[in-house]
């Protein structure tokens, strides 16, 4: 519902520039990112080791095309990941552990970050989703 949502933002005159879509990794759809990305909007790559609900070969492909197409000014690379829910520790049945032992906020720089190099992703652009977006983001 990015784009819905974008939708909403503009007609309100929000500065699309302040704006994150967090979870767009959950698609594989480029041309839903580039709907996006191209109002100017910041996309969040933010559920990597969530593999039932997208795989993370493809959130590697849709991060590393975008990248290759010279979107990384607009993508924050991040983690989020879950300790209590309600208050509640997280229970997690040996069936889910499976399909989520990468959902931790290590997978990112143990695992993501090192396939994004091995992609040939240039480290400027690595450093401009995890460092200078965010900075750039909150600065104003």
């Not at 997208?54 to 000014?73: H, N, T, V, Y």
Request: glycine share 10%; net charge neutral.
């Amino acid at each position: 519902m990015g784009r819905e949502q974008l939708a909403i933002f503009a007609s309100e005159g929000a500065d699309m520039g302040k704006v994150i879509i967090g979870h767009s990794c959950g698609i594989a759809d480029l041309r839903y990112h580039t709907d996006m990305l191209d109002k100017g909007c910041l996309l969040g790559f933010d559920r990597f080791g969530l593999d039932f609900a997208q795989p993370d070969r493809l959130r590697m492909a849709s991060l590393i095309g975008l990248c290759g197409i010279g979107f990384e000014k607009q993508i924050v690379l991040s983690h989020d990941s879950v300790a209590c829910w309600l208050g509640r520790g997280l229970e997690i049945t040996p069936q889910l552990a499976r399909m989520v032992e990468n959902w931790k906020p290590s997978h990112v720089f143990q695992n993501v970050v090192p396939a994004l190099r091995k992609a040939g992703v240039a480290q400027e652009k690595i450093d401009a989703m995890l460092i200078e977006n965010p900075r750039r983001y909150f600065q104003n």
